[in-house]
């Protein structure tokens, strides 16, 4: 397999990441035979200082012809000065709109290891393991017109979407429940917002092309509540891009962390891959940064840009088993270990990335050697 990724490591804690991720990347690639290439390029803060622009046409460029591109993270409040259009957080906009991906994904796991980083109980996060679909290029983010009026005291955002724009997501969500268990919920306004009643009807008339799939619809309100009562109850959620946002970053809270949580952007020219997390500047440098992230969105390119699943499960496990041998980074590491009582021990950001390189080796020779039997 050939595999050409551009790497945007960008801002804070970004580089510091998106390291320990190419590394278990090369990892696979070794153990697998496989030709990766990996291209360093600017986006964000560290393209501003170098270029003036967050977003380079050099990057750009470079981005559009690599197979995919794996993202740390962008933002540093130095830059706050800016119009807005000229900030880092602007780059990472552009180069979701150029790269063209509609679809989000944002994994969302309880890890028993994790189970008391939660404020829910545990009987409440066990077995949750939610796939939130979120739109990406359209409704409030996109829609025209907006503006703010400072001399009027007034501003406004067009939430806005076509019946293609909606059906095309759809589609990507009840794809991926037929591989899941089998239920999308769909989330929207619909009592109260016309754009949300276009959302219902066309994924109700996606629908009807997978009968193996049961569907859903349920309030964003009443989503919120439900997800942290019952978030066992949900396997593929689909959201517009607005509630998406908020919806996925809530659902941190089963996992434990945002530092946790990986997502892929699929559907367009290159897919984009990046943890959810933020830049975190004010620990950038100082090892205490979780790196899983970053690793579990590497697990997710390799699933959806290269179709290695195989190993994209070995990274997912490996993660698992470092977690619940008791390894932690500064954000994870509280309450008790694991529901098993491991005893917690602190480690670095580079220190975590090693014991999951060895945990991946180990599951890879493992798995090597049951097939040569």
């Not at 659902?251 to 290159?270: H, N, Q």
């Amino acid at each position: 397999m050939r595999l050409k990724i551009a790497i945007l490591a960008g801002d804070g804690i970004g580089p510091e990441v998106t390291n320990e991720a190419v590394n278990i990347l090369r990892a696979v690639a070794e153990f697998g035979g496989h030709d990766f290439t990996f291209v360093p390029l600017l986006l964000g803060g560290v393209a501003i200082t170098a270029t003036g622009s967050p977003l380079p046409t050099a990057t750009l460029d470079a981005c559009l012809e690599s197979d995919a591109v794996l993202l740390g993270a962008v933002g540093d409040k130095k830059f706050d000065a800016l119009s807005p259009d000229k900030r880092p957080e602007a780059g990472l906009l552009q180069i979701r709109h150029a790269l063209g991906g509609y679809a989000n994904l944002r994994p969302s796991i309880a890890y028993p290891a994790l189970s008391a980083n939660s404020p829910l109980r545990p009987e409440v996060t066990e077995g949750a393991d939610i796939l939130f679909v979120r739109e990406l290029l359209g409704g409030l983010y996109f829609g025209s017109p907006r503006e703010w009026n400072k001399s009027t005291g007034e501003a406004w955002n067009t939430m806005r979407y076509t019946r293609a724009e909606v059906a095309r997501v759809a589609r990507v969500a009840f794809e991926l429940a037929s591989n899941r268990r089998r239920k999308v919920t769909s989330v929207d306004k619909a009592n109260v917002l016309e754009v949300s009643q276009l959302w219902r009807a066309t994924v109700t008339e996606v629908a009807r092309d997978f009968p193996s799939v049961t569907l859903e619809h349920q309030l964003v309100d009443s989503m919120a509540m439900h997800l942290m009562n019952i978030p066992r109850n949900f396997d593929v959620v689909l959201t517009e891009n607005l509630f998406g946002d908020i919806l996925s970053d809530e659902a941190s809270i089963i996992t434990g962390s945002l530092g946790m949580l990986p997502s892929a952007t699929i559907g367009g020219a290159v897919n984009l891959y990046e943890p959810v997390h933020g830049s975190a500047p004010d620990i950038a440098g100082t090892g205490k940064a979780n790196p899983l992230g970053a690793i579990l969105t590497a697990a997710m390119l390799l699933r959806h840009s290269a179709n290695l699943e195989e190993d994209a499960a070995a990274i997912e496990a490996a993660v698992r088993t470092v977690l619940a041998d008791g390894h932690r980074t500064a954000d994870i590491a509280r309450g008790s270990a694991s529901l098993n009582g491991a005893a917690q021990h602190l480690v670095s950001t580079t220190e975590m990335g090693k014991l999951v390189h060895q945990a991946l080796a180990q599951s890879i020779d493992q798995r090597q050697s049951m097939h040569a039997v």
